[in-house]
């Protein structure tokens, strides 16, 4: 499975944005498709996650209640919106597929895009 993220920009704090996911290649209900985001200096960090089968929902503590994952499986996309943006979201973000089922880990995912780049002006 390819993936190709975009939707990234500039955005003032408190802004939003919206970032997509196109996939191509076989995606199975039992397969998660999860968003990462990586800040200069960083590590991977977990940000959401949706089942792609049944739709469950998974987010990281710094940002629910901001972020929604959703999907459209005719379409093979997944969308990340992100209300209510503050600095510290400043990062790449990445889609990713898991074909494990697992959630939360770097390593449950195989495939990456090549990221998009968020960045909140304060």
């Known amino acids: 499975v390819q993936l190709q993220a975009s939707g990234g920009g500039l955005v003032q704090a408190g802004g939003c944005l919206r970032l997509s996911c196109a996939a191509s290649g076989s995606i199975y209900s039992s397969h998660v498709m999860g968003w990462f985001r990586q800040a200069p200096g960083k590590e991977h960090d977990f940000v959401a996650a949706?089942?792609?089968?049944?739709?469950?929902?998974y987010y990281a503590d710094s940002v629910k209640g901001r972020f929604t994952i959703s999907r459209d499986r005719a379409n093979k996309m997944v969308y990340l919106q992100m209300d209510s943006l503050k600095p510290e979201d400043t990062a790449i973000y990445y889609c990713a597929i898991s074909r494990s089922g697992g959630l939360r880990l770097v390593a449950d995912y195989k495939d990456w895009g090549q990221g998009t780049l968020v960045t909140v002006s304060s």
């Open positions: 949706i089942r792609w089968g049944i739709g469950t929902t």
